[in-house]
C-alpha cells in the first residue's frame, strides 16, 4: 500500500475515533483538555504527513493539497495549546490565591514571632532589621500548586465548554500588576507576529469544511500561531499523571513547535505566499515547545531532541548573524540557557541524554559528530562518523545521512578523496539529487588535478587520472538532474550543476581548451560557501582554502586563462574569498576584496547577470557586507548601534534583490538574520 494510501486510512480512522470520543460519557475526561483530544492530535499528525508526501510529490496539485492539509493540522494543533492556555489560566488563578492566603498566614505568624522575641511589645529593638516580606519555599510552593492542580482537575471540562473561562465574569478576582517602565499598552493584542494589511483580513478567517466540524472542540482561534501560555511542567509532576495527557501534550508541542520553527526559516519570497493563506512562523516559541517535549521518554520526545539538535547543528550551522546565547531565569529561579543563537552546553546535555535513552540509535552519532563540526573539530566528527560505519544501521535512510554528512565534513577538511568517494556512495543509497552528488566528486578531483599540476615532480599520470575522474563525472550530473521533482521543478542545484557544466563547456569550445582547463574558480571551495562548510573551519584549514582560490588569479604559474575570465568569475572569487578572510577574522581585508570585484563603482552589476554567468555573487556579496557589520560590533571603530543599522541597510538589499539562483539557499541565510535583528531591536527598546 502506497504511503499516501496509508496516511489517508490513518486520517479517516482517527476522525472517526475522535467523533465517538466525543459521544462516549465513558471516554477518559482529561483535566486539561477536551475528550478525543488524543485522536485529534493522531489526525493533525497524518495531516502532517501526508502533507510532506505532498508537497515532495513532483504534481503541483499534490502539493497545494499538502498546503491544504498542512493549514487544517496548523489549526488543529494550535486549538490543543490553546486547552492548555486555558488550564494554565485557570490553574494560575487557583495558585494566585493559595499563594496569598499561605502567604497572609506565614505573614502573621512571623509577626506574632517578632513579637515573643521582643518581650510582648510591638516596638522594634533598637538596631533590629526590618523583617523582609516572608517567601514562600520551595515546598509550600509545591503544596500550593498541588493544591491549585487538585482544585482545577476537581471537574474536568466537557466537549461544550471546551475550557472556555469566562474572563469577564464579575465572580472572578482579578489583580493589578506592576506596569512596566515606558511599555505602552497596544489597543490590541496581536501576539509575537506581525501584522500588516493582509493578516488583518485573515485574523477573521475560519474553515467551515466537514473534518475541522468534526474537531469542533478544538476550536480554530481567531489568528493562526496565537501565543498561547506554554505548559511547562516536568513529566513527573501531577499534572501528567496520566499518559493519555503526555502523549497529547508531548506531541501536540513537538508538532506545533516544529511547524512554528519551519515556517519561520522560510525565505522572505516565499513567506508572504504563506502570510497569505494564514501562516505565521514563531522561531523562539517554536522552539520552546520542542525543548518542553523533548523531556519526555516517549517517540514524541525523541523526534523533538532530533529537531532541536537537528535545528542548531544544521540550520544555525548555516546562518551567521545570529543572537547571542544568553542565561535567562525560569520560574523556580534556577539558570537556564536562552534557546535563541546556539546553546551549547544545553545541546550537548540534550544529547547525552538522548543517546541515554536510545543506545542503539545511530541518528544521534549523526547528531555527535555535526556538534562536533559546529565547534571547530571536524578530524574528531570525521573520527565519529567513521566509527558509524562499522555497524550498519537497520535504516538505509540513516545510512545515507550519514555517508552525506561524511562527503560534507571531507569537503570542509580538505581530504578530497574521502570527499569524492562518500559522494560516489550517496548515489547508491540515495534516489535523490545524483546530479549534485557526481557534482560534488567532480568538484574534487578537479582539486586533486590542480595539486598535481602545481607539482613539478607530479606524475603525469596521476594528474590525468583526476582529469578524467573530475570530467568523468561533470558529465554525468547534467545527464541526472530533473529526474526529481519539487512542486513539480527541478531541484535548485540540479538546475545550478546544469548551467555550470553548460558554461564550462561553452568556454572549453570557444578557448579550444581541455574541459578541465576550462573549469573556472574552484567549484569545491563554492560548494563549501553554499553549505557554510567556513565556518567549521579552523585557522590552518581556512588558509587551505585561500590557498585553492590563489589558484585563479596566481599569475602563469597557475592559471594562464585568469586575463580572459568574465566579470562574474572575478565576483565570485572575490565573494569566496571574502567569505574565508571574514572567517579568519580580516575583516577590512574581506570588504576590500568585496569592494574590489562585486561593489565597486566600476563594475557594472549587469555583467554579473545573464546567459550562463553566476548570478548570485552580488546578491551574496550584500548579505556578506552585512554579515562583517555585525562580526564588526564592539570594535571600536564605530558605536555598536552605527554598525547594526549598517548591517540591517545590506540585509535589506539581499533581501530585496529578487530571484536569482540559489535564492532559497540564500534567502534562508537572509531570513535568519533579519530574525536576529528585529529581536536586537526589541531589545534595545526593552533594555
Known amino acids: 500500500m502506497a504511503a499516501s494510501d496509508r496516511l489517508a486510512d490513518a486520517e479517516t480512522t482517527a476522525s472517526a475515533d475522535h467523533r465517538k470520543a466525543q459521544r462516549d460519557s465513558n471516554v477518559f475526561k482529561s483535566a486539561i483538555y477536551p475528550p478525543g483530544s488524543e485522536f485529534a492530535l493522531c489526525h493533525a499528525q497524518s495531516q502532517l504527513m501526508s502533507a510532506v508526501v505532498g508537497v515532495l510529490n513532483e504534481s503541483l496539485t499534490e502539493g497545494i493539497r499538502g498546503f491544504y492539509k498542512l493549514r487544517k493540522a496548523f489549526v488543529t494543533l494550535d486549538g490543543i495549546l490553546d486547552a492548555e492556555s486555558r488550564y494554565m489560566r485557570g490553574l494560575s488563578r487557583q495558585s494566585l490565591n493559595s499563594r496569598r492566603s499561605a502567604e497572609s498566614l506565614q505573614s502573621t505568624r512571623s509577626a506574632r514571632l517578632t513579637n515573643a522575641m521582643s518581650g510582648g511589645s510591638g516596638d522594634e529593638a533598637p538596631g533590629a532589621t526590618k523583617p523582609q516580606k516572608p517567601l514562600l519555599n520551595t515546598v ?26 469566562d474572563e469577564n465574569d464579575e465572580n472572578d478576582e482579578f489583580f493589578d500588576v506592576d506596569e512596566i517602565p515606558g511599555d505602552t499598552p497596544k489597543e490590541r493584542y496581536v501576539g509575537h507576529i506581525e501584522i500588516d494589511g493582509v493578516t488583518e483580513d485573515l485574523a477573521e478567517t475560519s474553515l467551515d469544511d466537514d473534518t475541522l466540524n468534526g474537531h469542533r472542540d478544538l476550536a480554530p482561534p481567531k489568528t493562526l500561531s496565537s501565543n498561547h501560555e506554554i505548559l511547562d511542567y516536568d513529566p513527573d509532576s501531577d499534572v501528567f499523571s496520566n499518559p493519555i495527557d503526555v502523549f497529547v501534550h508531548s506531541g501536540a508541542n513537538l508538532c506545533f513547535g516544529l511547524l512554528l520553527v519551519m515556517i519561520s526559516m522560510i525565505p522572505p519570497a516565499f513567506g508572504k505566499l504563506l502570510f497569505i493563506i494564514g501562516f505565521h512562523g514563531d522561531r523562539e516559541r517554536g522552539l520552546r515547545l520542542l525543548w518542553q517535549a523533548s523531556k519526555f521518554h516517549n517517540i514524541n520526545g525523541a523526534m523533538a531532541g532530533l529537531s532541536l539538535l537537528g535545528f542548531y547543528n ?37 544529547l547525552q541524554d538522548m543517546r541515554a535513552r536510545h543506545p542503539k540509535s545511530h541518528l544521534w552519532l549523526l547528531e555527535e559528530a555535526r556538534m562536533a563540526a559546529m565547534n571547530r573539530r571536524l578530524s574528531d566528527s570525521l573520527s565519529i562518523l567513521e566509527s558509524a560505519t562499522t555497524t550498519r544501521s537497520p535504516l538505509k535512510q540513516v545510512e545515507a545521512l550519514n555517508m552525506f554528512e561524511r562527503g560534507l565534513q571531507a569537503m570542509y577538511i580538505h581530504d578530497y578523496s574521502l570527499c569524492a568517494d562518500s559522494f560516489i556512495k550517496c548515489v547508491k543509497l540515495n534516489n535523490w539529487s545524483h546530479a549534485l552528488y557526481y557534482y560534488i566528486a567532480g568538484a574534487a578531483h578537479v582539486e586533486l588535478y590542480r595539486k598535481c599540476s602545481l607539482q613539478t615532480e607530479a606524475n603525469r599520470a596521476i594528474r590525468d587520472k583526476h582529469a578524467a575522474k573530475a570530467t568523468e563525472y561533470f558529465r554525468l550530473a547534467p545527464t541526472h538532474a530533473g529526474k526529481k521533482k519539487f512542486m513539480a521543478r ?34 569545491l571551495e563554492e560548494m563549501i560557501m553554499f553549505w557554510n562548510g567556513y565556518r567549521r573551519m579552523d585557522e590552518s584549514q581556512l588558509q587551505t582554502s585561500l590557498d585553492n582560490l590563489a589558484y585563479s588569479d596566481g599569475g602563469d604559474r597557475t592559471n594562464k586563462l585568469w586575463k580572459r575570465e568574465e566579470r562574474d568569475e572575478r565576483a565570485m572569487l572575490a565573494v569566496l574569498r571574502a567569505v574565508t578572510l571574514r572567517n579568519l577574522g580580516r575583516w577590512q581585508d574581506a570588504v576590500d576584496a568585496l569592494h574590489k570585484d562585486v561593489l565597486g563603482g566600476d563594475v557594472d552589476l549587469a555583467e554579473l547577470k545573464g546567459g550562463l554567468r553566476d548570478d548570485w555573487t552580488a546578491p551574496m556579496a550584500h548579505y556578506e557586507m ?59 527598546r526593552n533594555g
Open 140 to 165: 509550600r510552593q509545591n503544596e500550593a500548586r498541588a493544591a491549585a492542580t487538585k482544585s482545577v482537575s476537581a471537574r474536568p471540562p466537557t466537549s461544550a465548554e471546551n475550557y472556555d473561562y
Open 314 to 350: 544544521a540550520v544555525i550551522g548555516f546562518a551567521d548573524i545570529l543572537p547571542e546565547s544568553s542565561n535567562m531565569r525560569t520560574s523556580d529561579n534556577a539558570v537556564e540557557q536562552d534557546v535563541q543563537g546556539y546553546p551549547k552546553e544545553r545541546c550537548e546535555a540534550l
Open 490 to 523: 527541478q531541484l535548485p542545484f540540479d538546475v545550478f550543476v546544469t548551467r555550470k557544466i553548460k558554461k564550462w563547456e561553452q568556454r572549453s569550445a570557444n578557448w579550444d581548451m581541455a574541459f578541465i582547463d576550462c573549469v573556472g574558480v574552484s567549484p
Open 626 to 684: 552585512g554579515v562583517i557589520c555585525w562580526m564588526r560590533r564592539g570594535d571600536g571603530v564605530k558605536a555598536e548601534g552605527d554598525w547594526v543599522k549598517e548591517c540591517e541597510e545590506w540585509i535589506e538589499k539581499a533581501a530585496r534583490w529578487g530571484s536569482y539562483e540559489l535564492d532559497a539557499r540564500v534567502g534562508m541565510k537572509v531570513a535568519t538574520a533579519k530574525d536576529t535583528l528585529k529581536m536586537y531591536r526589541e531589545a534595545g
